[in-house]
């Protein structure tokens, strides 16, 4: 199993990135997927979410109206398309693939806002 993200690094305020995660070893169609952010010093938190069809999407308030999750199942990826970022959005930002007792994570990008 594995879960590669791709797409951080250093953006100004006001900026938008792109983060990607490319799934395999597993049915990716069958798995809700999540993104999640931890920042220096600070909990990991739940950013967004998606259902294993696409069909229902959920975001924390700190992020609802700018950030976008969506995936593509015909190539076991998942996006997060985060626009208007702001200082407080950097973090290490990590997909995770959940289905019942399977839980999976990636190593994580860095996403840096800073001027």
């Known amino acids: 199993v594995q879960l590669v993200e791709s797409g951080g690094g250093l953006v100004q305020p006001g900026g938008s990135l792109r983060l990607s995660c490319a799934a395999s070893g597993f049915t990716f169609s069958w798995y809700n997927m999540r993104w999640y952010r931890q920042a220096p010093g600070k909990e990991r938190e739940l950013v967004a979410t998606i259902s294993s069809g696409g069909g229902s999407r959920n975001y924390a308030d700190s992020v609802k109206g700018r950030f976008t999750i969506s995936r593509d199942n015909a190539k076991n990826t998942v996006y997060l398309q985060m626009n208007s970022l702001k200082p407080e959005d950097t973090a290490v930002y990590f997909c995770?693939?959940?289905?019942?007792?399977?839980?999976?994570w990636g190593q994580g990008t860095q996403v840096t806002v800073s001027s």
């Open positions: 995770n693939a959940v289905r019942g007792s399977n839980n999976y």
